[in-house]
């Protein structure tokens, strides 16, 4: 299997990966700011901190 190929099929996969991750952020973030009901915006808060928690590295 030649390397080039290989390589864009991963970059390809890598870049569906984060515009899949993007979309649920910004679906979440949307969700939010926008619902009428307080308990929708808590629980979509509280998803929202949990995707973009910034893990340790060491």
Do not use: H, K, N, W
């Not at 864009?8 to 952020?25: E, N, P, Q, R, S």
């Amino acid at each position: 299997m030649p390397l080039l190929p290989a390589l864009l099929d991963a970059a390809t996969l890598a870049a569906a990966g984060a515009t899949a991750y993007t979309a649920v952020l910004a679906a979440v973030a949307l969700t939010s700011v926008l619902s009428p009901a307080p308990e929708i915006r808590r629980d979509a808060r509280a998803t929202l901190t949990i995707l973009l928690r910034r893990r340790r590295r060491g």
